[in-house]
C-alpha cells in the first residue's frame, strides 16, 4: 500500500542551486497538492492541480513551479532555491478536488536551504 | 488573522486520560478535517466530518456546524496517541484552512 510517496526525504541546498520533488500516487486519484509546513504555521497551499493537464497556483506559488506529468506524478521544482524556502514540504493527493473529499498525504520531504 | 484556531497548543497528558483537542473556525465549509502528524512522519487523516459526530477506536471526532466549533476527543490515551493533531476547515473549491495543530505528548 504504497498511497503517496515523495521523494527525497532529506535534502540540503545552497543558495541559487535548483531541485525537483517528487511525488507520485498509486490510487488513481484526480487531484493532487503541494503544501509547505513552517515551524507556528498551518499548511499552506503552493500549487495543486485538480487534473491531469492543469495545474493552479495556492496561497505561496512564488519561486516554485510544477508539472503534473501524467496521473500518477506531480513535480515541484524551486529554480533558484533562497533560504525562505527552507521547509517541509508535503504533496497530497484525494480522488477529486475540493475541500470535502478526504486527502492522502506523503511522508514529507524536509528541505533546508543554506 | 487565522480562519482557524485550535486550543490548546500543546498537551501533555498521563497515559489512559481522557484528552480533548478544540477547533474554531470562521470560515464557512464543507467539511472539517482531523489529521495526525508523527514526529517526523507523514500526516494521514483521522476524521472527515460535516455534522454531528464520528467514532474510530478510541478516538471521536464532533462538529457543531452553527458555533463553528469542532472537537477531537481520545479515550483512554496511550503514549502512541502522542503526536500533532491538526485541524482543517475544508472551504470551497480546494482551499483548506489549517490550524497550526497542538502537540500532544502522552506520558507513560
Known amino acids: 500500500n504504497a498511497g503517496v510517496t515523495q521523494t527525497p526525504k532529506f535534502q540540503v541546498l545552497k543558495t541559487g542551486q535548483s531541485m525537483t520533488l517528487q511525488c507520485a500516487q498509486d490510487m488513481n486519484h484526480n487531484s493532487m497538492y503541494w503544501y509547505r509546513q513552517d515551524p507556528g504555521m498551518g499548511l499552506r497551499l503552493i500549487y495543486y492541480s485538480a487534473s491531469e493537464g492543469t495545474t493552479d497556483k495556492g496561497e505561496v506559488p512564488n519561486g516554485y513551479n510544477v508539472s503534473r506529468l501524467n496521473k500518477r506524478e506531480f513535480s515541484l521544482r524551486l529554480e533558484s532555491a533562497a533560504p525562505s524556502q527552507t521547509s517541509v514540504y508535503f504533496c497530497a493527493s484525494s480522488v477529486q478536488g475540493g475541500a470535502s473529499t478526504e486527502a492522502f498525504f506523503g511522508q514529507g520531504t524536509r528541505l533546508t536551504v543554506v | 488573522k487565522n480562519e482557524v484556531e485550535q486550543s490548546p497548543q500543546n498537551l501533555t497528558a498521563q497515559e489512559g486520560e481522557f484528552i480533548t483537542i478544540n477547533c474554531s473556525y470562521s470560515?464557512?465549509?464543507?467539511?472539517l478535517h482531523w489529521l495526525q502528524q508523527h514526529p517526523g512522519g507523514g500526516i494521514v487523516s483521522l476524521f472527515m466530518l460535516s455534522s454531528g459526530k464520528k467514532k474510530h477506536g478510541r478516538l471521536i471526532a464532533t462538529i457543531n456546524i452553527q458555533e463553528k466549533h469542532s472537537s477531537l476527543h481520545i479515550t483512554a490515551s496511550h503514549p502512541r496517541d502522542s503526536a500533532v493533531y491538526i485541524c482543517a476547515a475544508g472551504g470551497g473549491g480546494n482551499q483548506f484552512y489549517f490550524g497550526t495543530g497542538t502537540s500532544l505528548t502522552v506520558i507513560p
Open positions: 470560515v464557512g465549509i464543507s467539511a
